[in-house]
């Protein structure tokens, strides 16, 4: 046993501000609700549903981890939000189409209270939507101020002791670091110059590290992980994790992936490909959006094969990355893989794999746990990137020094060792020698 971090406790309300009030925002907003009233079951959410071990196997301690750790509650959470669309949450989730009508009127009253912020938004780095409920400002600078003043109205009126900031917008135009992201003068220079280079994401990460609110991007886009952004979390202590939610095919990718590597099966090809019909396909429907996504769903592979190391088994991979939007499907998505394994003595074979998931019901669940995890690092005094909450992101930030982890079971012995390494218990590294000794 060690000695525990200072958690400081989660009292009052946790207020959780979400940029981009569609599909998954909606989906994860009802679902808390639903849960709440005992409608539901958050299934997928391990803050409220998974367990960890402490100690020994033979001891037999298994609790919930929203029991072992100092969690806020669900009934303390209220939510809001911006989008470019003004229609109120109620109404955004009868458009989104994820949940049943039945389920939605009955928490209608809850979800028509929340009504959407005038968000910050440039058509420029997502081509395919807009909207009326758009900011305006005579530079990014100004349109950061409003967004900070947004924060602070919120935190005041819903009477919240702690915020939490989450982008679940669209997936922006494919950007990389250039001169305005090396220092926060540099960047602050930026905004107030317009710099093309800083995306309409950027300036909500800007807007809530400058407060001091933990920031998670659940997209792939280019965001904290910046140094000018890491260089202001660090002067406000402001923890963030993404990038990208690891919902469907990436999902499935680094279970599969890490099982063909520890049994040393050859992989030759994996070709994904994968078709849905809500906003976000329809964003992807843009070549320099989808260039963003692909990259973030591209790397899992190289990461958790180790080529380097392994070159008589992956050096010759090809793999190739297709999203297709289709109307119909709506957020019913569908992805198909082809594996391509080599075997004992150079022996081909094959994997198939026909996912069809719901994109928003994979992602909500993230949406929480990332809120809640990183509203606790917040209150341990953790700041900057938080690879511990890898687990739930196709492009995990991380360290510049580091390689990311992609490998879906060493990313949740991470988290879970970083649980008990908080309360002071033993990390558990699975070694087992005290049974057999």
């Known amino acids: 046993m060690s000695t525990p971090v200072e958690i400081a406790p989660a009292r009052g309300k946790l207020g959780i501000l979400l940029v981009g009030l569609g599909a998954v925002s909606t989906t994860t907003i009802a679902g808390v609700i639903a849960i709440r009233k005992g409608l539901a079951k958050p299934i997928g959410s391990l803050t409220q549903m998974g367990t960890i071990r402490l100690g020994k196997r033979t001891e037999g301690k298994s609790p919930k981890i929203n029991e072992f750790v100092p969690l806020a509650s669900l009934d303390d ?27 939605l009127d009955a928490i209608r009253p809850e979800l028509e209270a929340i009504k959407p912020m005038a968000a910050v938004f440039d058509q420029r780095y997502v081509k395919r939507l807009s909207g009326p409920n758009v900011k305006k400002g005579k530079n990014k600078k100004d349109l950061a101020d409003q967004l900070i003043a947004d924060i602070r109205t919120f935190k005041t009126t819903h009477g919240c002791d702690r915020l939490v900031v989450i982008w679940a917008g669209s997936t922006e135009v494919f950007m990389q670091e250039s001169a305005c992201h090396k220092s926060l003068a540099a960047f602050e220079k930026g905004l107030a110059e317009n710099d093309p280079n800083i995306a309409s994401s950027m300036i909500y990460t800007y807007a809530a590290i400058s407060e001091g609110i933990p920031f998670g991007n659940a997209a792939p886009n280019l965001s904290a992980e910046v140094p000018a952004l890491q260089e ?30 520890a049994r040393l099966i050859g992989v030759k090809g994996w070709y994904s490909t994968n078709i849905l019909g809500n906003r976000d396909g329809e964003v992807l429907d843009d070549p320099e959006s989808f260039k963003t996504k692909e990259e973030s769903k591209k790397s899992a592979l190289d990461y958790i094969f180790q080529p380097h190391l392994y070159p008589d088994l992956y050096s010759d991979l090809s793999h190739v990355v297709r999203i297709n939007y ?5 957020d019913n998505k569908e992805g198909w893989d082809n594996i391509d394994i080599v075997g004992w003595l150079g022996y081909p074979m094959q994997l198939k794999i026909n996912f069809l998931c719901r994109d928003s019901i994979l992602a909500a669940p993230i949406v ?11 209150r341990a005094n953790l700041h900057g990137i938080q690879e511990w909450l890898s687990f739930y992101y196709k492009a995990p930030m991380h360290a510049p020094e580091v390689y990311p982890e992609h490998d879906l079971f060493i990313q949740l012995m991470k988290l879970k060792n970083t649980l008990r390494y908080l309360m002071g218990e033993e990390l558990i590294t699975h070694l087992g020698r005290e049974y057999y000794d």
């Open 77 to 103: 959470i209220v939510f809001g939000g911006w989008d470019i669309f003004d229609e109120d949450v109620y109404a955004a989730a009868c458009t989104a189409g994820v949940l049943e009508r039945s389920l």
């Open 232 to 261: 202001l979390a660090a002067k406000t202590g402001s923890p963030v994790c993404g990038n990208d939610m690891k919902t469907g095919q990436t999902l499935v990718k680094t279970i599969i992936a890490p099982g063909l590597k």
């Open 326 to 330: 289709y109307p119909p499907r709506g």
């Open 368 to 378: 929480l746990d990332s809120a809640l995890f990183l509203d606790l690092a917040k």
